[in-house]
Antibody
Framework: EVQLVESGGTLVQPGGSLRLSCAAS????????LHWVRQVSGKGLVWISH????????NYADSVKGRFTISRDNAKNTLFLQMNSLRAEDTAVYYC??????????????WGQGTLVTVSS | DIQMTQSPSSLSASVGDRVTITCRAS??????LAWYQQKSGKVPKLLIY???TLHSGVPSRFSGSGSGTDFTLTISSLQPEDVATYYC?????????FGQGTKVEIK
């Protein structure tokens, strides 16, 4: 069974940093692109970032470019999101999601339960 | 960046009705479009990818069509369990932008 479990969300002050983790199981982690998506309470889904199977390609939404860094550890089946210079508008539930493989893109077919990040003084 | 615009923002229909949601891309994206369903308080679920391919386990009353800039998600016979917000997402290139969502309710 595919499982994605996020952790690391908490209350942090504006300007602070936080690292989110997403532990994966039930599939060949190193074969899939992985994504972060966030959602402000009561609002829509916002794509944040993705990373290629081997970590050599990363992309970001303009809203987080230069502040957030996505990475992965294929040996530990874990995805990360390093969040720096946090702002109040970064307050949201952050989901990790599984993308396709290098040969097949099928959208985001599995999602974690999400972890809540609150940026407030 | 390519923008994704869904319409309507919300709709109310009766059980058994045919429901159609539209997603428009500001530039052509071929068939690189997915649809998701998110029920209140739950995690989004993939319904359709490649504009028209049903994801495993998704009921056949859901269907997708379109290519280029105009796409449609259709629920052929609305059921009470279909109450949710539906999102389109483009994935031809980064950023993988979502539409703003369409909230579907039962009349």
């Amino acid at each position: 069974e595919v499982q994605l479990v996020e952790s690391g969300g908490t209350l942090v002050q504006p300007g602070g940093s936080l690292r989110l983790s997403c532990a994966a199981s039930g599939f060949t982690f190193s074969s899939h692109w992985l994504h972060w998506v966030r959602q402000v309470s009561g609002k829509g889904l916002v794509w944040i970032s993705h990373i290629k199977t081997d970590g050599t390609i990363t992309n970001y939404a303009d809203s987080v470019k230069g502040r957030f860094t996505i990475s992965r550890d294929n040996a530990k089946n874990t995805l990360f999101l390093q969040m720096n210079s946090l702002r109040a508008e970064d307050t949201a539930v952050y989901y990790c999601a599984r993308g396709g493989t290098s040969s097949s893109i099928v959208g985001l077919d599995y999602w974690g339960q999400g972890t809540l990040v609150t940026v407030s003084s | 960046d390519i923008q994704m615009t869904q319409s309507p923002s919300s709709l109310s229909a009766s059980v058994g009705d045919r429901v159609t949601i539209t997603c428009r891309a500001s530039q052509g994206i071929s068939k690189s479009l997915a649809w998701y369903q998110q029920k209140s308080g739950k995690v989004p679920k993939l319904l359709i990818y490649a504009a028209s391919t049903l994801h495993s386990g998704v009921p056949s009353r859901f269907s997708g069509s379109g290519s280029g800039t105009d796409f449609t998600l259709t629920i052929s016979s609305l059921q009470p369990e279909d109450v949710a917000t539906y999102y389109c997402q483009k994935y031809n290139s980064a950023p993988w932008t979502f539409g703003q969502g369409t909230k579907v309710e039962i009349k």
